[in-house]
């Protein structure tokens, strides 16, 4: 069983930057497509963005696109999300999740293999 911990989230002005960090346990990490949602207050957890096993190929919602930047550590059992010009609109709880295909996690949150960690909360002030 996989078991997940996310970190690095913070208050930050509009503008500003953040790194996000997703611990994980168990041996599939490195064979498994890895991705970051987001939920805000009252909203379905929606996909931000999805990573493929060795980090070649990367997706990432329109919202995000251009500003945000997952990566991976796979001799860490690390994800990353560096995420830029932050908006009010990206105030959220972010968690990461994995599946067997990138495409998998793009679909939504219904083909994760892993319990939801707590996530990490990102309040943008504008």
């Known amino acids: 069983q996989v078991q997940l911990v996310e970190s690095g989230g913070g208050l930050v002005q509009a503008g500003g930057s953040l790194r996000l960090s997703c611990a994980a346990s168990?041996?599939?990490?490195?064979?498994?497509?890895m991705g970051w949602f987001r939920q805000s207050p009252g909203k379905e957890r929606d996909f931000v963005a999805a990573i493929n096993w060795n980090g070649g190929s990367t997706y990432y919602a329109d919202s995000v696109k251009g500003r945000f930047t997952i990566s991976r550590d796979n001799a860490k059992n690390t994800v990353y999300l560096q995420m830029n010009s932050l908006k009010p609109e990206d105030t959220a709880i972010y968690y990461c999740?994995?599946?067997?295909?990138?495409?998998?996690?793009?679909?939504?949150?219904?083909?994760?293999?892993?319990?939801w960690g707590q996530g990490t909360q990102v309040t943008v002030s504008s």
């Open positions: 999740n994995g599946a067997s295909s990138t495409l998998t996690i793009r679909r939504g949150v219904d083909g994760v293999f892993a319990s």
């Open positions: 168990g041996r599939t990490f490195s064979s498994s497509a």
